[in-house]
């Protein structure tokens, strides 16, 4: 009975894990196409909402590189102000819907795979919108330390109309204290 119920648990644990990855937000819909090649290499994070795996960052980037199972590798680094010392996180990404559509799932912690949903995106692969799994989740990327103010006001129209309070964006500082 008992390794019935943990064969249970398991399966329910990974039904969860599964379909946390693959939500996003009502209304939002991924980029596509995409390509998942033309988005590697270095991003700057312009705008974010706050959650405690980045809280007091600041020069936050996203380094993507592919690795050779074919999954992407993800490198995100910010320079934490209150400690005065860098961090810096390693996972990995795969796609998680079809192979031209902007649905990623990564994982920073073994199997546990979050939703990475690129749901704005300009055709040079120049700035990003993307969600995650819900309204507590969004960043404003970009290949450069800041972004026009036509893009950051496009973005942040199509987040309120998504529901997000773009009120509660904090807005990084690219620049070293």
């Not at 902007?102 to 993307?130: C, E, H, M, W």
């Not at 800041?146 to 942040?156: H, W």
Request: include cysteine.
């Amino acid at each position: 009975m008992g390794k019935l119920i943990e064969k249970a648990l398991s399966g329910i644990i990974g039904l969860f894990a599964l379909s946390s990855c693959l939500t996003m937000p009502k209304g939002a819909v991924p980029v596509k196409p995409f390509e998942a090649k033309a988005y590697l290499g270095k991003w700057y994070e312009i705008a974010r909402f706050d959650f405690r795996f980045e809280r007091n960052l600041n020069q936050t980037t996203a380094y993507y590189s592919m690795n050779e199972d074919g999954s992407i590798r993800v490198e995100n680094r910010g320079y934490d102000y209150k400690k005065h010392q860098w961090k810096q996180a390693v996972g990995k990404a795969k796609l998680a819907g079809a192979s031209d559509e902007g649905r990623l799932k990564v994982s920073f912690f073994g199997p546990f795979y979050g939703a990475y949903n690129v749901i704005a995106l300009d055709s040079q692969y120049t700035y990003a919108l993307v969600a995650g799994k819900n309204l507590n989740y969004l960043w404003i990327l970009s290949r450069e330390k800041t972004l026009p103010e036509s893009t950051k006001q496009a973005y942040l129209r199509l987040a309120r109309e998504l529901g997000y309070k773009t009120d509660k964006l904090v807005w990084v500082d690219q620049e070293p204290i």
